[in-house]
């Protein structure tokens, strides 16, 4: 089980910050502009970051947060670490339309089904340092289309564009575990937007999804009655 904090870690631009995942694994982050967090493939089994440099190259993924993500997860603040400076948001986000419609998936062999995607995805332009209205995440504004309607044959385009949702707990955390996994930025929403076919390891994000006991058990720890 992960045990649950009662208050957000206050923001500050350039605050670096620990999560601890599940089977004890820490990952690094950093805030920038509210409310973005920048992961980086930094992972370890000890909340120990000695020697450790924050680059640019190294960064997994960015992306904006619920203050119930930073509520709920056990979060360090890490003090003897240099910020990584002058971090530029992404321009390119993608785009969920709306009427969300249930997606059968297939994990190990057994078909599941889970809800709340869009109907279609859409890879735009979104300067979230405009000063526009397009710099609020809730509003799920942008600028421009790049790719209006996302093909097969854009997958690859546009692996490393995040959606323009906000994470929350346990969702990012289990899939920042994955990332530790793989060894690199995976992203199991847009997979499973995307219809990819779903590796094995994806089983504890759909058990998420779904709302299983297995998942309230890992991440709640909830007992079944």
């Excluded at 694994?25 to 970051?49: C, D, G, I, T």
């Excluded at 929350?168 to 690199?184: I, W």
Aim: proline share 6%.
């Amino acid at each position: 089980m992960i045990e649950k904090k009662k208050r957000a870690t206050p923001w500050k631009s350039g605050k670096i910050i620990s999560i601890r995942l599940r089977n004890g694994v820490y990952v690094l982050a950093q805030m920038v502009r509210e409310p973005y967090l920048v992961f980086f493939n930094h992972f370890k089994e000890k909340n120990s970051w000695k020697g450790v440099t924050l680059k640019e190259e190294n960064i997994l993924f960015c992306k904006a947060v619920t203050r119930q993500f930073l509520r709920s997860s056990p979060v360090t603040i890490v003090k003897d670490l240099e910020p990584l400076l002058d971090y530029r948001l992404p321009k390119e986000w993608l785009y969920s339309h709306m009427g969300g419609h249930p997606i059968t998936v297939s994990v190990k062999g057994q078909e599941r089904q889970v809800a709340g995607f869009g109907q279609r995805l859409s890879l735009v332009q979104a300067d979230k340092e405009s000063g526009q209205p397009e710099d609020n995440p809730m509003l799920g504004l942008f600028q421009a289309y790049i790719l209006p309607d996302i093909q097969e044959q854009d997958w690859e385009r546009v692996g490393q564009a995040e959606l323009m949702s906000l994470e929350v707990f346990p969702t990012l955390n289990e899939r920042l575990y994955l990332c530790f996994l793989f060894g690199k930025n995976v992203n199991p929403e847009l997979d499973i937007s995307l219809g990819k076919p779903l590796p094995d390891e994806y089983e504890t994000y759909l058990d998420i999804l779904t709302n299983s006991p297995e998942a309230r058990r890992l991440y709640l720890g909830e007992e079944d009655d």
